[in-house]
């Protein structure tokens, strides 16, 4: 324990001289979380349309009245040929075409029916399909009024209706920051964890403090303890002002218990600097272990279930995730934020997460190559 001591104390001189260890800890994780929930909106709106109305009856304005007066479309253009709203789409300035035809409503009357042409641009791909699908619910919204108007009570017998009441729970509102916060607050501490503890043997080597090190009668896990423990302090301390913000800033409080959340976070922290010590000991510059970590980070981000649902992967990406350790935090965080799950719910979790602190750790101490 003296050894360790003194290593620890060595580490946190280290630290707190390194200003910008620092502003990592406290202002990018702040900043992060206030400015990234913002921008990260899973609600598409402002979709440009151009819409082409060949008919100009009473019926064919209310439903471009109805279609502007939703919030999530803006008339872009209005009264053009097909070929004039087309370059609206090539110029970027129009995401989608809506083409009402010529007798419209006299159709619609007299044959109980009409067909409308919608024009879709597909470039991005999640902006087409959710416009798309919020156009073609207003269209259909608007075609039950005007069968309800144009039904005389008493002339028809009455049909059975199947009435839906949709129930969110968890998320009654359906608002998406409560979705995304407890997720990126995930990727913070996984980043700032891995990164600092993944340049820390290298910085060692760089330097040429290491060789003395390597001399010393310091054992093995006593320089792996030294150099995990005080990240690991800093890692709960990122933890902790992310909770801070998301109460502050989204008014975000878990259901779950706090206690077990930091259980969690105190094991995760351990595979995740683990893994950057790992990368740190195969290392012989900041710059290879910049390089490696960020190619696993992406990895890690892209396929942990922030912005996909594992879910909807194929299976060979499902496979991947099974070694993902972001995936497992991103679950736990949303099932004890939101649901309030306990540890009954996230034990397996909580184990899986073990098995890599502890193979990832050994693994370091392994190829940590010390010579005397």
């Known amino acids: 324990m003296r050894t360790i001591r003194f290593l620890l104390q060595k580490e946190f001189r280290q630290i707190f001289r390194n200003k910008s260890i620092l502003a990592m800890v406290i202002f990018m994780p702040v900043m992060q979380l206030i400015i990234l929930p913002l921008a990260a909106n899973y609600e598409v709106k402002n979709i440009n349309i151009a819409i082409i109305d060949n008919d100009h009856s009473s019926y064919s304005q209310k439903l471009i009245a109805k279609i502007t ?81 144009l039904v005389q009570p008493g002339r ?111 094991v995760y922290l351990l595979a995740v600097l683990g893994f950057g010590l790992l990368v740190s000991t195969y ?20 396929m942990g279930g922030l912005f996909t649902a594992i879910d909807s992967m194929p299976q060979w990406a499902k496979v991947v995730t099974w070694f993902n350790p972001v995936s497992y935090l991103i679950e736990v965080m949303r099932m004890v934020i939101l649901k309030g799950s306990g540890l009954v719910d996230i034990w397996k979790h909580l184990a899986i997460i073990a098995g890599f602190a502890v193979v990832l750790n050994c693994w370091a101490m392994l190829n940590y190559k010390k010579t005397s």
């Open 156 to 266: 028809l017998s009455p049909q059975p209706v199947i009435s839906v009441v949709p129930m969110n729970w968890f998320n009654p509102l359906l608002n998406y920051k409560l979705f995304m916060v407890p997720g990126i607050l995930a990727i913070l501490v996984t980043m700032i964890g891995g990164f600092l503890s993944a340049l820390n043997i290298v910085k060692e080597k760089e330097v040429g403090t290491i060789e003395q090190i390597n001399v010393t009668p310091i054992r093995k896990h006593h320089f792996i303890l030294g150099k995990l423990i005080p990240f690991w302090i800093l890692g709960n301390v990122v933890f902790s002002i992310g909770l801070l913000v998301s109460w502050l800033i989204y008014d975000i409080v878990p259901l779950g218990s706090i206690v077990l959340l930091y259980g969690f976070i105190s």
């Open 69 to 149: 007066a939703s919030g999530y479309f803006k008339l872009a253009a209005y009264n053009f040929s097909f070929k004039q709203a087309f370059k609206f789409i090539e110029q970027d300035q129009a995401d989608l075409i809506l083409e009402i035809p010529a007798g419209f409503e006299g159709n619609l009357i007299r044959e109980n029916e009409q067909q409308l042409f919608v024009a879709v641009n597909a470039i991005n791909g999640t902006k087409a399909n959710l416009g798309g699908a919020y156009l073609g619910t207003i269209i259909r919204d608007y075609t039950g009024e005007i069968r309800f108007d």
């Open 283 to 302: 290392c012989d510059t900041q710059q290879q272990a910049m390089f490696i970590m960020f190619f696993f980070m992406m990895v890690f981000i892209l």
